[in-house]
């Protein structure tokens, strides 16, 4: 897919990995159609708005914005059509699990069927890369220090678990799953990208919720510093460019983990600190009685394999995050 671009579709171009990959993309040359779930008046900057889309550099040549929606399946059909390749970010979220897990779960997969099955009729589309989580590895009864891509979430373990964003972490693992094994049986080129806590700046309007946790020790969230516990964390650049490595790699297949750092939360809160005096940081010794699900360690091994390279460290991430955060009046 290197040679002329050609056309890419992102779906749910409005949040937070989306926008910035539809970013990346134009920068590379491609042409993008990308969907979202509502069009209200483009110059109304709420977390559905879609103006900084069409602001992007490249995009008033280059990007085609269509109205689709997870709960209707057959609507991404028009913004599939005539495409080489589809990133299928788009996922249901309902960490405060207002709806019942077995709805969300259902809308995830029955929507990502929708869009393979728009991918096999364009009879253009020659790779899916499909967004997973590290929440579709980590939760099992497992007992090791580092887990890759041959981990698979238990989705009834997940149910047993005291956990914030349950509905989540099995709503990823079984559509990740169903997108695998459909494409399996069709003949679909599918890879799945499982990026672990996505850290950095953000262009969409809304602040982004991985960001947010990941500041959680500055902005005082102690009801997410059990999540914070073992951390693994990736650029969203980074996240990117691996979805872009994967859509033009040849040999790709599969399921590749996207995480270049693993913080424990006293090393966060000791990085925190000396970095950026002038917030309250919690000190290591209060954080010693913090409970929650202490997750493994989430290992890139086989994306460096196939030759990718991550560009940002541990300070680029935060310097960015809370730069960010700071022009948009979250800090």
């Given at each position: 897919m290197e040679e002329g671009k050609g056309r890419v579709c992102v779906t749910g171009g409005t949040g937070f990995i989306a926008s910035w990959l539809i970013m990346r993309l134009l920068d590379h040359g491609y042409s993008v159609t990308?969907?979202?779930?509502?069009?209200?008046?483009?110059?109304?900057?709420?977390?559905?708005?879609?103006?900084?889309?069409?602001?992007?550099?490249?995009?008033?040549?280059?990007?085609?914005?269509?109205?689709?929606?997870?709960?209707?399946?057959?609507?991404?059909?028009?913004?599939?059509?005539?495409?080489?390749?589809v990133l299928h970010v788009a996922t249901p979220v309902d960490f405060e699990d207002k709806e019942p897990e077995e709805v969300i779960t259902q809308r995830a997969i029955n929507g990502t069927l929708g869009i393979l099955k728009s991918c096999l009729k364009s009879g253009t589309v020659k790779r899916v890369v499909y967004t997973s989580s590290n929440a579709a590895v980590f939760y099992n009864d497992k007992d090791v220090d580092m887990m890759d891509e041959t981990f698979w979430s238990d989705v009834d373990y997940i149910r047993k678990l005291d956990s914030?964003?349950?509905?989540?972490?099995?709503?990823?693992?079984?559509?990740?799953?169903?997108?695998?094994?459909?494409?399996?049986?069709?003949?679909?080129?599918?890879?799945?990208?499982?990026?672990?806590?996505?850290?950095?700046?953000?262009?969409c309007p809304k602040f982004a919720g991985s960001v947010r946790s990941s500041l959680a020790l500055i902005l005082g969230n102690r009801?997410?510093?059990?999540?914070?516990?073992?951390?693994s964390m990736v650029h969203v650049d980074d996240v990117a460019r691996a979805h872009i490595f994967l859509l033009e790699h040849p040999d790709a297949k599969g399921r590749y983990i996207c995480s270049?750092?693993?913080?424990?939360?006293?090393?966060?809160?000791?990085?925190?600190?000396?970095?950026?005096?002038?917030?309250?940081?919690?000190?290591?010794?209060?954080?010693?009685e913090i409970e929650g699900y202490r997750v493994p360690g989430s290992s890139s091994k086989k994306l460096l394999d196939a030759g990718f390279r991550y560009k940002y460290g541990i300070d680029e991430m935060f310097d960015e995050a809370i730069q960010c955060c700071k022009e948009k009046g979250y800090l």
């Open positions: 990308t969907t979202v779930r509502s069009q209200p008046d483009p110059e109304h900057r709420n977390s559905k708005g879609i103006s900084f889309l069409k602001n992007l550099p490249g995009a008033s040549e280059r990007l085609r914005i269509f109205h689709a929606d997870l709960s209707h399946p057959d609507s991404f059909g028009a913004a599939i059509a005539g495409c080489t390749g914030w964003g349950k509905s989540y972490a099995i709503s990823k693992t079984l559509t990740e799953r169903a997108a695998l094994e459909f494409a399996a049986e069709h003949g679909l080129d599918l890879v799945t990208l499982i990026p672990s806590l996505v850290v950095g700046p953000f262009i009801e997410e510093y059990g999540i914070l516990l073992n951390t270049s750092h693993i913080l424990t939360i006293q090393e966060m809160a000791e990085f925190l600190s000396a970095k950026y005096p002038e917030y309250p940081i919690p000190t290591v010794d209060s954080l010693a």
